[in-house]
C-alpha cells in the first residue's frame, strides 16, 4: 500500500507535465469561451494593460521594405485582441456585457500592412501579397487596399510611397505560424512571421 501511492502521484505527475508539453498555455484562443472573453475584457481594462509591450507581439517592421525614413510594417488583431481593444474604449461596459457581444458570434482575424518601397508608388494592387500556414496559401475572406503615405506633421504633404492593406482571415482556418511573403512591383521582396502559438 505505501509503495502504491508515491507511484500513483508520480504517474499523475508524469501525466500533467506531458499535458502541459503537449498543450502550451495563453496560446492562440478562438473559438472564443466566455472565460477567455472575460479575460480580455479585464486585460484591456486593466491599467497598462494593452500597454506597448503586449502589444509588440503583435506586430512587425519590414526592414527590407523602406522608402527613405519610412518603414514598412505588419499588424495582426486576433479575436481576443479584438475583445480587449473593445473593452477598453466602451463606456460603462462590463464583462457581462463583453460575453453577451463577443460570446458565440461571428469573428475575424485582421491583419494590417503599411508597405512603402517608392517614392509615386503605382495604385493599389501592385503589391503582391501571400500568406501561409505551412505550405497552405490562405485566400482572404476580405481585402481593402488604399495608396499609404508616410505620416507626416499635421498640415504637410508627401506623394504616395506605398500600399496600406487590411486583409481579413476567418479565424477557424488559422492555428499555427503565418509567414506573410510581399512582392513590390519594383522587385522587392520581403517574408515575416508570427507564431500565432505564442500569441491570444
Not at 519610412?70 to 466602451?90: D, G
Amino acid at each position: 500500500m505505501s509503495r502504491v501511492i508515491p507511484e500513483m502521484l508520480s504517474k499523475a505527475f508524469a501525466f500533467l507535465i506531458a499535458l502541459n508539453i503537449a498543450a502550451p498555455a495563453r496560446a492562440y484562443d478562438f473559438p472564443l469561451s466566455s472565460h477567455v472573453i472575460r479575460e480580455a475584457y479585464f486585460l484591456g481594462t486593466r491599467q497598462g494593460g494593452l500597454g506597448p509591450d503586449f502589444l509588440a507581439r503583435y506586430a512587425r517592421t519590414i526592414p527590407e521594405l523602406k522608402q527613405g525614413t519610412c518603414m514598412s510594417e505588419a499588424r495582426i488583431e486576433t479575436p481576443f485582441l479584438q475583445v480587449a481593444f473593445y473593452a477598453s474604449k466602451a463606456a460603462n461596459y462590463s464583462a457581462q456585457d463583453a460575453v453577451r457581444d463577443f460570446y458565440d458570434k461571428p469573428a475575424v482575424f485582421r491583419m494590417y500592412l503599411n508597405i512603402c518601397y517608392m517614392v509615386k508608388a503605382p495604385p493599389p494592387n501592385a503589391v503582391t501579397i501571400r500568406v501561409l500556414q505551412g505550405k497552405k496559401v490562405l485566400i482572404p475572406v476580405s481585402e481593402e487596399r488604399t495608396p499609404y503615405a508616410e505620416p507626416t506633421a499635421e498640415g504637410s504633404y508627401f506623394p504616395s510611397n506605398g500600399e496600406k492593406i487590411q486583409l481579413e482571415f476567418d479565424p477557424n482556418k488559422l492555428n499555427s505560424t503565418l509567414t506573410i511573403q510581399i512582392d513590390t512591383p519594383d522587385g522587392q521582396h520581403a517574408e515575416i512571421s508570427f507564431d500565432l502559438g505564442a500569441l491570444r
